[in-house]
Each structure stands twice: as C-alpha cells, then as structure tokens.
Nanobody
Framework: VQLQASGGGLVQPGGSLRLSCTAS????????IGWFRQAPGKDREGVSCISTGADETYYSDSAKGRFTISRDNAKKTVYLQMNSLKPEDTAVYYC????????????????WGQGTQVTVSS
C-alpha cells in the first residue's frame, strides 16, 4: 500500500501548482483522501479532503476559494489545484488515505504519502 505525492516546487506569490496523490496497492475508490501540510516549526494542519465519491469536500479557511480538490478513481489519483499561492502556503504537503468517510483530523488517516515540498517565494 503506497501513496505518492508529487507536483510540489518553487513558485512565485500569486502562482499556481497542482499536487497529485497517486495510490498503489489498494483500491482508491473506497478511500477518502486528505491533504495536510506542515511548515517548519509548526504543527501539521489539514488543508482539504474529499470523500470516496467526490460528493463531499472540505477546505480549511486558508484554502477556501484558492484550492480545489478533485479525484480520478480510474487513475487512482487525487489532485489539489492550488491557485493564488501565498508565502504562508510554504510547507511540505502530504496526502493521506482512510477507508470510507472523510475526516478533517490527521489521526483518522491510515496511510500517508512521503510529502512534497511547496515553496512560495519571490
């Protein structure tokens, strides 16, 4: 069972990135997926999550209106489109999976990807 997060990088303020979370070793369509991030010296925080059928999503206040989560179960991939990026979005972004219902809490997730670095700087 593995989750692979990718798509991070260095971007200027106001720019965009699309993160991908690709699953292997299990069926993605029975898992809700969450995106979390951790900046240096800070606690990990929830950014967004999506239900198994994509009928329910959640965004943190900081992500609302700028980030969009989506999924393609056939490709076993969940995406996080991040627009209007700010320096405070700089962090390592992690995706995580749990069976069935989605959750905002990181402790509810069973499987974690390795993280992808997002740096927003001019």
């Amino acid at each position: 069972v593995q989750l692979q997060a990718s798509g991070g990088g260095l971007v200027q303020p106001g720019g965009s990135l699309r993160l991908s979370c690709t699953a292997s070793g299990f069926t993605l369509n029975t898992r809700s997926i969450g995106w979390f991030r951790q900046a240096p010296g800070k606690d990990r925080e929830g950014v967004s999550c999506i239900s198994t059928g994509a009928d329910e999503t959640y965004y943190s206040d900081s992500a609302k209106g700028r980030f969009t989560i989506s999924r393609d179960n056939a490709k076993k991939t969940v995406y996080l489109q991040m627009n209007s990026l700010k320096p405070e979005d700089t962090a390592v972004y992690y995706c995580a999976a749990r069976r069935f219902s989605m959750s905002k809490a990181d402790y509810d997730y069973d499987y974690w990807g390795q993280g992808t670095q997002v740096t927003v700087s001019s």
